[in-house]
């Protein structure tokens, strides 16, 4: 009997038929027009409107205020069109359209029935050559030289620094509610990696609301201090999708038992077109 329900995240009308033969439920995002085939993020209660800022937050902005009192405890999993989950992790030139669905996700193994959540496996934010963080953060490092042959130092709040703006961060995480702001503070300044690619696969209806409902206010009241209007750089554009990349990991590792599953990569863009 199938114990997962996978939402798979898409921008093409055209994934449809692939994404319902991968056994998945297809999602469907973005400004083109989608069938009623679709689970979406524009009916009922929703953000969809935001979606260039919040990606996949729009979905499951969604998700939380019209789709998750509906269901029963059971293990509910996120991938998008071009990543996925997998038992084993794959090298990208090993996957193909043709073998991908061989290769992904299809249910839970009885061994993950002892854990609430599911992760991807952590991305590592000190291990980018020097040079890559000079050239992006050249201020940054001028201000601390020892970041550049210190990798401790090098965290996730400094990669942050790095790719969506000097201590923008800790501006958002001043704004978090008191339950969060020291221990999600703490993580960042701390670890070195996080579970990237805000993809989670989790079995308990009432964390799941949770997590929303401690992350979309928080997003709400970070939308006062950036805005939308001046978000120019993709770096930017979606920082309310790379704000809660961080906080996902974060969250889930502390209010959770989680565990670890490969992503793979492959885009079916590629052969669909």
Same mark, same amino acid.
Request: aromatic content about 20%; some cysteine.
């Given at each position: 009997m /199938?114990n997962?329900?996978?939402?798979?995240?898409s921008?093409?009308?055209?994934? +449809?038929n692939f994404? /319902?033969k991968?056994?998945?439920?297809?999602v469907?995002l973005?400004?083109k027009?989608f069938s009623k085939?679709?689970?979406?993020?524009?009916p009922g209660? @929703?953000?969809?409107?935001?979606n260039k &800022? +919040?990606?996949e937050?729009t979905?499951?902005y969604?998700?939380?205020?019209n789709?998750l009192?509906k269901?029963?405890?059971?293990?509910i999993?996120f991938c998008?069109?071009r990543k996925?989950?997998?038992?084993?992790?794959?090298? @990208?030139?090993?996957?193909n359209?043709?073998?991908?669905n061989?290769?992904i996700?299809?249910e839970?193994?009885k061994e993950?029935?002892? +854990?609430e959540?599911i992760l991807? %496996?952590?991305f590592?934010?000190n291990?980018?050559?020097?040079?890559?963080f000079? /050239?992006?953060g050249f201020?940054?490092f001028?201000k601390?030289p020892?970041l550049?042959f210190?990798?401790?130092k090098?965290?996730i709040?400094f990669?942050?620094d *790095?790719?969506?703006?000097?201590?923008?961060l800790?501006?958002a995480?001043?704004?978090?509610?008191?339950k969060?702001?020291?221990d999600f503070r703490k993580?960042v300044n %701390?670890?070195?990696? &996080? @579970?990237?690619? @805000?993809m989670?696969?989790?079995?308990?209806k009432?964390?799941? /609301?949770?997590?929303y409902?401690?992350?979309?206010?928080w997003?709400?009241r970070?939308?006062?201090?950036?805005?939308f209007e001046? *978000?120019?750089?993709?770096?930017l554009i979606?920082?309310?999708?790379?704000?809660?990349e961080?906080f996902?990991?974060y969250?889930f590792?502390?209010n959770t038992?989680?565990t *670890?599953?490969?992503?793979?990569?492959?885009?079916i863009r590629?052969d669909?077109k």
């Amino acid at each position: 009997m /199938k114990n997962l329900d996978m939402f798979c995240l898409s921008l093409e009308p055209n994934h +449809y038929n692939f994404i /319902k033969k991968l056994g998945y439920i297809p999602v469907g995002l973005g400004e083109k027009n989608f069938s009623k085939d679709w689970f979406s993020d524009k009916p009922g209660i @929703n953000i969809s409107k935001k979606n260039k &800022f +919040y990606g996949e937050y729009t979905y499951h902005y969604w998700f939380w205020k019209n789709y998750l009192d509906k269901l029963e405890d059971g293990w509910i999993g996120f991938c998008q069109y071009r990543k996925f989950w997998s038992l084993e992790q794959h090298k @990208n030139e090993d996957i193909n359209f043709s073998n991908l669905n061989s290769k992904i996700l299809k249910e839970i193994p009885k061994e993950f029935d002892n +854990y609430e959540t599911i992760l991807g %496996t952590p991305f590592f934010v000190n291990q980018f050559k020097g040079m890559k963080f000079i /050239k992006n953060g050249f201020k940054i490092f001028i201000k601390n030289p020892f970041l550049f042959f210190n990798k401790k130092k090098r965290n996730i709040n400094f990669h942050f620094d *790095l790719m969506h703006g000097e201590n923008n961060l800790n501006k958002a995480i001043d704004l978090l509610d008191e339950k969060n702001k020291d221990d999600f503070r703490k993580f960042v300044n %701390t670890e070195v990696s &996080f @579970n990237p690619q @805000n993809m989670f696969i989790c079995k308990s209806k009432q964390k799941l /609301k949770s997590y929303y409902e401690d992350l979309f206010p928080w997003l709400e009241r970070c939308e006062k201090l950036f805005g939308f209007e001046n *978000l120019k750089e993709y770096g930017l554009i979606r920082i309310y999708t790379f704000l809660a990349e961080r906080f996902m990991p974060y969250w889930f590792r502390k209010n959770t038992k989680s565990t *670890l599953m490969p992503i793979i990569f492959y885009d079916i863009r590629k052969d669909i077109k």
